[in-house]
């Protein structure tokens, strides 16, 4: 029988306030344990919660982003369940009455474009964090995390393949970060999935028992833990066994989910309103400042690239993958009005020198003048394209500007054609055999000239002006 995948996800983000959702306390990330911590975070009798506006502005923002509807009144409720990881014994989080609903999300795979939609955004704190003993059988508890404000971000059941689901958490990754509203750092946990997958027979509408993936903190860990689900899942269905409904971890180390616990159900948590919170009422005229505030949205910005730049789709895609990176691209046609071709450096080298300034959460030490004057020196024919990858990696290192490089390094071009010439005759009186060659009509020769070339030149020969030169030297 065929079966078709049904899958949706729970992405949790961290807001980047710089103090706790209901308390004043820091989120620092990499603090020495519970040293960011207070009677409130940590649930002591008589403390009281009050909320952060700026958390509530930061997920208003996201609920606007992603076209969702703002409910006039939301509630704040408790999640009851027990973990050493919960000092309080239950979570706040909100339940029947969110912040935002029914919102929407398009990707784009394989060229065709989807609709994800998106069941509600809310709000509620992190739990703490269990750090487990390598020596003893013992678990330790670190409660900086508490508290920390998330957004839950609750899709429709709207994906069918893992590619899909990869590309719609990319796409909600991008647009925090666009809004600046969380540093997107999966590693850190600042941003989370869990996926819920089913299977059900091609063309029946009723979904499947489904089971909820966690522990994916990249996309690579999303694609192979919903793959190796859905073998999983076909599996036992082709050998007429149930599945279970059930939480599932994904193990990297060991490439396959493992069971965890039964899958709770909201009951559950016995959810109930919050008696220390009021009901959250959003004032109009802020939320319509907090809209006339938002940035340019990474769609709008891949259309705006291909109309103002005349970049083709793939193009935009790439350069606004990350706000920083499209920032930067814009800087430098700023400076050389050239897309197209600020595009193509961007695709190669400079992406690839980028990311690795991400990773090391360092600046490149190249600046939109300096990589216009680079260009500008491949333009005039005073060094080849060739040896502007080697600048542009000397500019990255050292932060010096091109032409000082050129100079240091002597890779001028040679761009005189009576030099190039006498080096080319001598070339051709040498090599007879080569000759005889080429003009039998073995036009692949012409490689063979002009590489002569270039070595004895030291690679500085401007290699279209010695392909001409061997041209006309050959056709006579």
């Known amino acids: 029988m065929e079966y078709e995948a049904v899958i949706g996800l729970e992405i949790h983000a961290e807001l980047l306030t710089a103090s706790k959702i209901f308390c004043g306390c820091a989120t620092t990330f990499g603090a020495p344990p519970n040293t960011q911590v207070c009677e409130v975070c940590l649930g ?88 487990h003993s390598e020596h003893r059988p013992v678990s330790f508890v670190d409660f900086n995390r508490t508290g920390v404000p998330l957004i839950e971000i609750v899709s429709e059941p709207d994906m069918r393949t893992p590619e899909e689901a990869v590309e719609y958490f990319k796409g909600l990754r991008n647009i925090l970060l666009y809004l600046e509203i969380c540093d997107g750092n999966m590693e850190e946990g600042s941003i989370r999935c869990d996926a819920n997958i089913s299977l059900r027979p091609v063309g029946r509408s009723e979904f499947g028992t489904k089971a909820e993936l966690k522990n994916m903190n990249s996309f690579r860990f999303v694609r192979q833990a919903l793959e190796y689900e859905i073998k999983r899942q076909r599996a036992l269905l082709d050998a007429g066994k149930e599945i279970v409904q059930e939480t599932r971890l994904w193990d990297a180390a060991q490439n396959q989910t493992i069971s965890m616990r039964g899958k709770e159900e909201a009951h559950d948590y016995r959810y109930f309103p919050d008696p220390d919170l009021v009901p959250v009422k959003i004032d109009e005229s802020w939320l319509e400042s907090i809209r006339a505030g938002l940035p340019e949205l990474p769609s709008a910005k891949i259309q705006r690239f291909q109309e103002q730049y005349g970049l083709p789709e793939y193009d935009a895609e790439v350069l606004t993958a990350e706000k920083t990176l499209g920032n930067d691209f814009e800087r430098i046609v700023d400076e050389y009005p050239h897309p197209k071709k600020v595009s193509n450096f961007f695709m190669g080298d400079y992406l690839r020198e980028w990311k690795k300034a991400e990773a090391e959460k360092v600046p490149l030490k190249v600046d939109p003048k300096r990589l216009s004057m680079l260009f500008t020196l491949v333009d005039k024919g005073a060094i080849s394209s060739t040896a502007s990858k080697g600048v542009f990696l000397e500019m990255v290192a050292t932060g010096k500007d091109p032409e000082t490089i050129v100079k240091e390094k002597g890779l001028m071009q040679i761009s005189d054609s009576g030099a190039l010439e006498a080096v080319a005759q001598e070339i051709i009186e040498a090599h007879p055999k080569e000759v005889a060659d080429f003009k039998a009509g073995k036009t692949k020769v012409m490689g063979f000239f002009v590489g002569q070339l270039m070595r004895q030149t030291k690679g500085q020969a401007n290699p279209q002006l010695a392909n001409e030169i061997f041209q006309r030297l050959l056709g006579k």
Do not use: W
Not at 47 to 55: F, G, I, K, T, Y
Not at 69 to 81: D, H, P, T
Not at 100 to 126: F, Q, W, Y
């Open 44 to 131: 002591m009798p008589g403390s009281l919660p009050v909320l952060n506006r700026r958390a509530l502005e930061y997920a208003l923002k996201m609920a606007l982003a992603t076209d969702c509807r703002i409910n006039g009144e939301s509630v704040f409720a408790r999640k009851n369940y027990f973990y050493p990881d919960l000092p309080k014994g239950y979570q706040i989080s909100q339940y029947e009455l969110p912040l935002a609903e029914h919102g929407h999300l398009d990707i784009r795979v394989n060229g065709a474009s989807k609709r994800i939609g998106i069941t509600r955004i809310h709000m509620e704190e992190d739990a703490g964090k269990l750090i």
